[in-house]
């Protein structure tokens, strides 16, 4: 478990809270108003890794959210405290009965349990939320199962905004999201092709979450305390035959290079697909219609906020 202060007697959620979307903060706004009207403290249990990347070892990721943005994002909802469990194969071996007794009961000592309607826990996803609420007459504590959250009649979940993602529907996920999605990664050196293109360009390869669709996005870029105007094309580059999936930037503003550095990248809405030209004329002349484009689409963006 992740180390940190745990207020017991209080209202805690329970899940895995990948992408932290207006369904999840649904249930932190019911957590945080059970918890003023109990004069205790609400706090949230969730997994690292997630219980499907443990037990499917998936090569590429699958997360919308990666634990530090995870973790900045209940800060901002303005959660009291977080425990992280470490998903591992002791953990995996753990009883329904045994989780609720050493974790809910024992460490947190809890008052209310928010769950959602198809929540499972425990070794082989025995525990649901009738012997959840069976052990809490046992033990002291209610519990709560919420329904899915919808946006126009379409129910809110991570599975959901995954599919949206992997489709390009952008700026769908990010209503369902109720923020704009964002990748967080290293820049690497690139084959500096753009610059020859006159357009500069950082490089940073999708490791620790879900890769979108294939194609140029809108973006915004988190360098630091700054935030960038920038478009970005994530693919092959099949112009000049990459053979890795990379997401190549082109910010709007020169900046002093930052090769090396912790980025995080916000996509806002998707362009077009990635295609090959015929030669470097052509490209160019669509960067420039892209850049176009992706500015008009970040103005609209900001008018909107």
């Not at 870029?221 to 890795?244: E, M, W």
């Not at 090959?276 to 004329?281: A, G, I, L, S, Y």
Request: net charge positive; charged share 30%; with cysteine.
């Amino acid at each position: 478990m992740v180390k940190q202060k745990i207020f017991k007697h209080s209202v805690i959620a329970i899940g895995n809270f990948d992408g932290i979307h207006k369904g999840h903060q649904k249930i932190f706004k019911l957590g945080k108003q059970l918890a003023k009207k109990n004069n205790t403290k609400f706090g949230v249990i969730t997994f690292s890794p997630l219980p499907n990347e443990f037990f499917h070892k998936q090569k590429i990721s699958t997360r919308l959210t990666r634990d530090d943005i995870k973790i900045d994002l209940l800060k901002k909802y303005k959660i009291d405290f977080s425990v992280i469990c470490k998903f591992n194969k002791s953990f995996s071996l753990i009883t329904a009965e045994n989780f609720v007794k050493k974790i809910i009961v024992k460490k947190i000592q809890a008052k209310f349990v928010l769950v959602g309607e198809n929540f499972r826990f425990g070794n082989k996803r025995k525990g649901n939320i009738y012997l959840l609420k069976k052990l809490g007459k046992l033990f002291n504590f209610q519990t709560i199962d919420l329904k899915l959250t919808k946006e126009k009649n379409i129910n809110i979940s991570s599975t959901r905004i995954r599919l949206a993602i992997q489709q390009g529907k952008i700026d769908f996920a990010n209503k369902l999201l109720g923020r704009n999605w964002s990748v967080k990664e290293r820049v690497i050196p690139g084959r500096k092709i753009g610059r020859k293109l006159g357009f500069r360009t950082a490089n940073i390869e999708i490791k620790n979450n879900i890769n979108p669709k294939i194609g140029v996005y809108a973006v915004l870029v988190k360098i630091g305390n700054k935030q960038l105007d920038g478009v970005a094309n994530f693919g092959f580059a099949p112009t000049f035959l990459r053979k890795k999936l990379v997401l190549e930037i082109n910010l709007f503003k020169k900046i002093a290079p930052f090769y090396g550095k912790i980025v995080e990248v916000f996509f806002i809405k998707r362009i077009r697909d990635e295609k090959k030209f015929k030669n470097r004329n052509l490209l160019i002349t669509q960067i420039k219609k892209d850049i176009n484009k992706a500015k008009l689409i970040l103005q609209n963006e900001r008018r909107k906020s």
